[in-house]
């Protein structure tokens, strides 16, 4: 397996948060997986919204509430990590702070697509941009959604998380080409409080959800801004990823994957990996192409970690790994379109 499929799988935490700050998400205990949700009182007095209009709400909350918030990500194969978050926003800009609970000690900060990692026990500063942030719902631009075509959404019921009442909200895939969600979006603003991502046969893969929440919380844009200056005696890490597009680097699809647009692509000039991501408006896909190497590319066949998949394969003399919430057929389908054209 390439060594950034690990490594990309490893964000989905970071993922967690970033969704967070757009409208998601800490986990509650394992039987709170299959805690029946409450009966909704006056269901006959609510309009059903469709799903685009369920998913804008949710995002639009995400660009108008401060917040400070406890959360976990965990996993059907029993992985776990929390992390704390604050979050400022001002109807379009953007700044938060992320410190990580579990695992490594870090913290991660975000000012629009400005990104900083600190590091404590290396005293480094990971720097780069990031036009796409991982949100969720990270819905695509108008005139490329169709987001429709592809989910449907109806509310289910009604619960309570981190003290807010939320209503409940089954998104499921017209198609084998993506997965469902069961989304807990809080009343008053929309905000997204709790997230599972669910299989075909909706048994949960992943779940995040807020275990303490503070709505309205008194965080300063300015406050968090200034915590990002490097301090003295810190190395910085620059990402040399450039902008690029698969034409220029000789790549193609035969045919797109229904409902999944190219968002951006990405070269790493000093590994020589190509990455293009595609978005659904909800889901993502990684296309990551190198040069294969006999010592490191060993093992082709799809991996799973939680809703993550990872599928590796040799084509021709480039190892193609494809990573992506998505079912195994998603992957195989990229894999399988994807061709060298120069």
Known sequence: MTRHAP????????RGALALASGALTLLVTQALAAPALPDPRPSERHERTVTEWLSRMQEASLQRNYVGTFVVSSSNGSMASARIWHACDGQRQVERIDALSGEKR???????EVLTFL????TVRSERR????????????EDNAIADFYTARRVGADRVAGFDADIVQVLPRDGLRFGYRVWSEKKSGLMVKLQTLDEQGHVLEQAAFSELQLDAPVRMDRLSHMMAVPEGWRV????????????????????????????CYKRRAEGVLQWIFSDGLASVSLFVEDFDRERHLREGVFASGATHTLTRRVQDWWVTAVGEVPPATLRAFAASLERRR
């Open 107 to 113: 913290s991660t900060f975000r000012r629009d697509d």
């Open 120 to 123: 404590p026990e290396s005293r």
């Open 7 to 14: 490594a990309l799988a490893r964000r989905r935490l970071a």
């Open 237 to 264: 890490e620059k990402a040399d990823a450039v902008k690029t597009t698969p034409a220029a680097e000789g790549w193609g699809l035969r045919q797109p994957v229904a409902g999944f647009k190219p968002v951006n």
């Open 131 to 142: 036009e796409a942030i991982g949100l969720f719902p990270e819905l695509l631009k108008p």
